[in-house]
Structures are given as C-alpha cells and as structure tokens.
C-alpha cells in the first residue's frame, strides 16, 4: 500500500512536468462558448471559452436569461470557471456552427445546476439535438457534469437545439465542438456476440460512457492532446482487494506513425500505468479483476480496451482473457504477438460492439489464462461509448427527432429577403424536378449509363404484384427472377436499419427483411460503394442464380439496380452460416451426423453446378461462411460472385486472374491461374477439414505449424492420427470407419494436382457412405467397402441424369424440376452393398 500512495505522487509530480504538453492534433473547426459570462475564460494554456457575448452570432432568437452563482468551488477538474454562469432558454433555441470540414465532432455540455431568480435549474427538464441525433431526452441535470457527444457532420452546419419540456425551462453552462482526428474511430470493430465483424462506426454518433485510466490518477484535459477526461477505475472495481495498480510511464514507447497507438489515442499517463491481477505470491491464482460501468441496456456500445505490457520482463509471459458479462471477448490474448514488432511497454488498442443486454449494469473482467506460466492480467484504459439507436437518438426517452425551430425574422426586410428567395429556389427547385424527372424518363427507356440492367433470360415482363410496383415492369426469366422496386426493399428492412444485420461481406452489408407483399423472410444484401467487388459480381450472381433452381443452392428472388444500387435479395436462412455453427459464437456444437448431412447437401450442391449443364459451373469462393442452412439445418451453397462457367469441351482449363478466399484456394489454381472444377474441390477439401476440427482454417494467434488447418490437418492424417485434434465435442461420437472413409475424402481432395483429386460426384458418394458408416446401415466389413471408393464408384455417379446406376442396375427417380437434391444415395448403397452379398452367396 505505501508503493502504491508513492507511486501516485510520483505520477501527479509527473503531470505537473507534462502541464504545457502542446495540442499534437490541429482541429480544423473550434468552438468554445462560455455560456452566460460577460468575458472570455482561459482554461490551461490554449483553451480560450469566448463570452456569451461574443457568441450571440451562433445563436438563434432567444430569452436573453443569464445567470451567474456565487459559488467559488465547484469542481477539482481545473474548469469550475466553467459552471460559475449559465443561459436559460424558456424556448426552443439554437447554436449554429459553420462546419469546414466533414467529419466527426466532438460536442460537450457543461451543466452545473444552481438556483438563480425564480430558476431552480434542478428542475429543469429538456432536450438536446442535432440536426441528426437526439443527445439527451427528458434531460435533469442534478449536479456539475461534462456530456461528452462524438457525432458526424458531412458538411455545411451543425446546429444544436435546446428543446425545453412542457412548463420548464433548459439551461448549459458552456460548450465544446471541437474537430476528432479522422483516425481516432475507424469504421470497423469486432462484434461481441454473437462474432463477427461489425461495420459503420463511422456514420454513428456517440456519446461517451465511461473513459477510465486504469491503476492511474485523474487525466485531464492538460495532458490530453484531445482534451479528453480519464478518470481512476477505483470507483467501478467489483472487488478492489483483488486488484493492483502499476505506473511506469516512462518505460511506453509509442510505434512509429501508422504502425498502432498514437498520443491521440490515449496519452502516455494511461498507456502507462494499468491495473492488473492481485495474484503475486499464489501462482495457482484463478479470479477475475472486474469492473461495473451504469448503462442503458437499450443500446449497443463501443468498448475500446487500452493495452501497454509494463509488467512483463519478457515476452510470451503474459497471455489473458477478457469479458463483457458472460461473453467471450478475447481468449488467451498475448500482447507481445498484438505489437508491432513484438516489443514490451508498446500501446495497443481493440474495439469491440457490446450489443444490448438486459441490465443496466455492464461488467467489464480480466482474468488469466489457462496457457500461461504467470497468473496474471492486465488492462491499461477502457472506454466504453454508447451507440446511437436506428434513429439516430442517444437517449432511450425520446425515439424522433425534434424539429429545429426557425431562427424567426428580426425585420420587414428579412421577410421580403427571405420570400425572394424562397421564390427563387422554388423555381429552380421545379427545374430540377423536371430535370429529373426527364432523366428518370430516359432512364426507364434505356436507363442510366453506369451500367445496362440486365435481361434475365430475355423471357416475357410482367408487374409485381405488390403495393410498391403500381405498374413498375419487373424483368421475368423463366426461373421467376424479379426486379424489385428500391422502396420495397427499404420497407422490407426498416430502411436498411443497421440492427437488421445479420452479416457482412466483401460485397456488402446483409440485412433481414420481410417482404411487405407477401411476408416473405429475405436476406438483402446491399452493395457497398467503396467495396473491392461490384458491378461484375453483381450480374455474375443474378446471371447465375437466374438459372439455377435446386434443393441445395440458395434460390435469389430478386435484385434491385436503382439509383445506382446494387440489390440482391435471397431466401432468408433462418440458421446462418455452417461457419458460425462451428466456432466463434456461442451456438450450440452440432453431431457428427448432422455435419455430415450438412456437408452432403452442400457436395450436391455443387456437383449440380459442375454436371447440372451443359457447361460446368466453377463457384470459386467455396467456404463455410458460402454454406447457409435453414430451419432444419438443410445446408444450400451461396455467394456466386465470382463463379465463372468452366472450360469449353476441347479445353481442359479456364485461364483467369486468381480470386478466392486465403486458406481456401487451390494452390495449383495460384501458381498457374489455371481453373477447373478441381479448385473447387479442393476448397471443400478445406470445409471438410473445418467441419472435422471446428477451427479457423488460417489462425495467425497459432504457432506457426498450427496456422494453417488444411497443412496442420493433412499432417495428422498422414500420420494415422487425425482423430488428436478433432473437435473434442465430437470426441468418442464418430465411428472409427466412418471417420476413416471422412479424412480419406478430405485427403484426395486436398491433393497437390487437380488431376489426382475427386470429382465432386466422387466426393458426393464417399460423404453418404461414410454417413452409412456412422449409422451402420452396412453390416459388412468397413475396411473391405471403403478402400478406395474415390475412383472405383465414380461411373455410377457420373451423371445423375440417367436412370441407370451402373452396374447393380439401381433406378433412380427423377424429379420433373431437375433438382437432383431428393435422390438418396442412401438407397443406392444399401442395394448395392445387398447385391454384391448375393453374388457373393451365388
């Protein structure tokens, strides 16, 4: 306990030294307004809040009310000048800001309530807007507080509206709208559960939570670049007895420019010092480190979590994990793996999305790992940001925005002024309109030059039969393709509310919906701008889904090119991804079997794409984030993308620039950019392996032999010893056989050279007799019946098409739609299997 009071005068002797630390950040826009005083405030060294009167240009028509207290101390903070007077607005008023820069702002609100004249602002109660965002709803400051607001401004003006409540009043004591770093917040973060990558951040406004410098003192604006507050976790630790506070502030060293952290990020004071483990003396240690933080379970959060390894002596001795409730936020994290360059005392930073829970209580936990030589954790910082709902408000009380009120007119002249205007916009505003609709009439008789929409099939035409279309013709192939009109896809999804996602791709944001004509369940999927893939995946998909109808491909209902929009709208798979199912969320594990089913309805998939015509079809992007399932666990291949038709009869191969998925692609494919279906089955190969172990196909937080899983799982196999690193849930659940003839399957496929792998028909075959194998339907010898099917069956699979089996005769029935998805090839083993026994009675 003496260490830790030394240490903290120490680092407030520190902070003294650091008093004229410099702004590193130069913000393009800067608005400080000391609210209710009659001269300028000067906090710190470059920090001037103007006067209310010199302020009154960014404000509209108002009750001029100033008000002013008498109180000498009212906060430790170094800006109790700040709360010492006020405005009182009985009306709707506004601050106006002219914004230079687009971008992300911050707003903060000073409110300290005291009682002037007939004013008691305790019991004030009121609103606070942007033209975007509600900040604060129903809003009753009770004592001095700083609200701190991160919203986005693409340009022109920001304008800020105090919105009184019915027989109340507002008030603030001061205000900030300073310019954020474009770095400070990237677009990107990981999501908590269930995981996955979340994207948008940068269209959201935020308002912060907590900012806490974790086993440090209190950081104020003085040492901030960003003028930001980060105060001592003492008061939110759980259980104080079991942590432990460390400060080396002069042992961080930041990595160069572009290569992590920056001052901007968090100053060296947080990076600095952290708050870790109490578990020194009892190496068997097992507890978590836990902190509380008030929210409102309505709405997500941004949590980002400061790191700075200042307790190890060497690398690889400390790995962690970290919590958010009962989830999993990090497992087994290494610090000296996440740095740039792997050196000790360098800065670090995560961001994860915390979606809403159920309590008003969020707990933040570190704890150690089970892979560690050191029980211990730490944490350095941690702020937690609110996120604002799907309109735009950050206040649970208020769910539309308010309307921002007129400034009013000051004389006849501003009248006369403003109708001539008015006039005068109206006038172009028609030519405009006819301009538009001009162009929207060109558009519909040879549409835009960005691109032609395309003819699906150049079958007949007819009128969606919805309430959006009112006599839009929708394009109509003979497999039932549709055009759907904009509007309806933005109904169909609450216009594309960012809580209706349900994933993310290269291409875009995927969104549920409802139809609104039928109530059909779809998944959307939203073409990205700025995305790497665009106009030629788009037709490439609707190209081919428009001619595909089978059981285990997912079927597209329509498409939407709009505006320049780029739509696609499939059936709604209720169960997501095979991905998801196998690791990275908190699903429940699947049986062998089912994964085995899932694996066999997905090989039927695709060897329909490669025999269902009279070309081949080579899907390219074979992965198990492509293989959706439905309600009942029915697996259907998606994403044709990048599917390309395959080679002419006297080729052997497509010649095409290399894209895939890393981990999945077939490395002949990548040395020689030659395609053949055998790339696709080589990527199975992968799934198939993935399904088997339940892991990443590339993990980089492996060692390095462990990091790749199809080289890591062929070793094994090579071996004769793949079932040490199957998924342990599984373990004792698979039959020897049926695992053998499985790894066998994956083998092949995973073959060096395309011309040594399986077919898909091949594949299709081995996967149902290993399911035999599992429930064992075949009496007979395993090691006899499953030698060396790949190869030996293949003709009888060659073309489903034919009623004849081959050899033993077998009729298969056909369904008259061509999906060879309801044929059982559980029934051709079993007769095949009973008919050799008879020859070989005979």
């Known amino acids: 306990m003496i260490v830790f009071v030394v240490n903290r005068l120490w680092i407030s002797s520190l902070l003294l030294l650091y008093c004229g630390v410099c702004y590193a950040f130069d913000p393009p826009d800067v608005y400080l307004i000391d609210c209710g005083s009659s001269s300028d405030t000067q906090l710190g060294s470059n920090r001037t809040f ?216 968090a100053p060296q004071t947080v990076y600095g010092s952290c708050t870790r483990m109490n578990s020194e003396g009892d190496p068997n240690s097992n507890f978590n480190v836990t902190w509380e933080f008030p929210v409102d379970p309505s709405f997500q959060y941004l949590a980002r979590f400061h790191f700075c390894d200042i307790v190890s002596t060497g690398p690889n001795q400390l790995v962690f994990s970290i919590y958010a409730d009962s989830w999993d936020v990090f497992k087994d994290l290494e610090l000296s793996s996440k740095v740039f360059g792997g050196n000790l005392a360098t800065p670090y930073f995560m961001d994860y999305v915390i979606p809403s829970t159920e309590n008003n209580i969020l707990r933040i936990s570190i704890g150690p790992s089970s892979t560690s030589l050191d029980n211990n954790a730490i944490l350095n910082g941690l702020e937690i940001m609110k996120i604002n709902n799907s309109v735009g408000s950050l206040s649970g009380a208020i769910s539309s925005l308010p309307p921002i009120p007129s400034s009013g007119s000051k004389s006849n002249v501003g009248v006369i002024v403003g109708v001539s205007i008015g006039v005068s916009a109206l006038l172009v505003l028609v030519g405009i309109l006819f301009c538009l609709y001009r162009r929207r009439k060109q558009e519909q008789l040879g549409h835009s030059k960005t691109w032609v929409p395309l003819s699906l099939g150049g079958g007949n035409s007819r009128t969606m039969g919805s309430k959006y279309s009112k006599g839009t013709t929708v394009s109509v192939d003979t497999n039932l393709s549709y055009r759907i009109p904009f509007a309806a896809l933005q109904e169909a999804t609450n216009n594309f509310d960012e809580s209706w996602v349900i994933g993310v791709g290269g291409f875009g944001k995927v969104y549920k919906g409802v139809l609104n004509n039928d109530g059909t369940k779809v998944a959307v999927k939203r073409g990205n701008p700025r995305s790497h893939q665009g106009l030629a995946e788009f037709r490439t998909e609707i190209e081919m889904l428009s001619q595909f109808r089978h059981r285990h491909l997912v079927s597209l209902i ?285």
């Open 50 to 265: 103007i006067s209310d009167t010199s302020s009154t240009q960014y404000l509209s028509a108002s009750d001029k009310i100033l008000a002013s207290t008498n109180a000498s101390f009212i906060t430790s903070g170094g800006d109790s000048e700040l709360y010492k007077t006020a405005r009182i607005f009985t009306r709707s008023s506004t601050y106006t800001f002219s914004i230079t820069q687009s971008g992300r702002l911050w707003i903060r609100l000073y409110f300290y309530p005291f009682v002037y004249q007939r004013f008691d602002m305790k019991s004030a109660n009121f609103t606070v807007s942007t033209q975007k965002n509600v900040l604060l709803g129903n809003f009753s400051p009770t004592n001095a507080t700083v609200k701190e607001f991160s919203v986005v401004v693409s340009s022109g003006d920001l304008t800020i509206q105090f919105a009184p409540a019915n027989n109340s009043f507002a008030f603030v004591n001061a205000l900030e709208v300073v310019s954020v770093p474009d770095t400070l917040i990237a677009n990107d973060a990981i999501l908590v559960s269930p995981k996955g990558a979340y994207q948008g951040l940068t269209s959201h406004a935020m308002e912060t939570v907590a900012r806490v410098n974790m086993g440090g003192p209190l950081v104020t604006y003085v040492n901030d670049t960003l003028w930001r507050t980060w105060l001592p976790d003492s008061s939110f630790l759980k259980e104080p007895n079991l942590a432990k506070s460390v400060v080396k502030v002069a042992s961080v060293r930041y990595p160069q420019e572009g290569e992590g952290p920056t001052e901007d990020t």
């Open 558 to 842: 329509g498409y939407c090119d709009e505006k320049n929009e780029m739509i696609l709208v499939y059936e709604y798979m209720e169960s997501g991804t095979l991905k998801s199912h196998l690791y990275g969320s908190d699903l429940p594990s699947m049986s062998w079997k089912q994964r085995l089913e899932i694996c066999i309805g997905s090989a039927r998939g695709l060897h329909y794409l490669h025999t269902g015509y009279a070309k081949a079809v080579i899907h390219r992007d074979v992965k198990s984030a492509n293989i959706l399932l439905n309600e009942k666990f029915l697996a259907k291949v998606a994403d044709f993308g990048l599917s390309k038709t395959g080679p002419e009869l006297d080729q052997t191969h497509v010649s095409t620039a290399v894209k895939g998925s890393f981990g999945y692609l077939d490395p002949e494919y990548f040395r020689r950019q030659q395609l053949t279906e055998k790339s696709d089955v080589y990527s199975f190969g992968v799934v198939l392996f993935e399904v088997l172990c339940a892991r990443a196909v590339i993990d980089p937080t492996l060692p390095r032999d462990k990091v790749n899983l199809a080289e890591w799982a062929m070793k094994w196999q090579k071996k004769g010893q793949l079932e040490q690193i199957i998924d342990p849930n599984l373990a004792g659940n698979i039959r020897p056989d049926s695992l053998r003839k499985y790894a066998e399957t994956a083998e092949k496929c995973l073959a060096d050279y395309g011309v040594d792998r399986p077919s898909m028909g091949d594949v299709l075959w081995n996967l149902e007799y290993a399911l035999q194998l599992q429930e064992a339907a075949v009496q007979s010898d395993p090691d006899e019946n499953s030698t060396n099917l790949i190869g030996e069956l293949s003709p009888q699979v060659g073309d489903f098409t034919h009623a004849d089996a081959g050899a033993s005769a077998v009729h298969i029935e056909m369904s008259n739609s061509d999906d060879l998805s309801d044929v059982s090839l559980s029934k051709v083993f079993s007769q095949l299997v009973k008919s050799e026994m008879k020859s070989e009675d005979r």
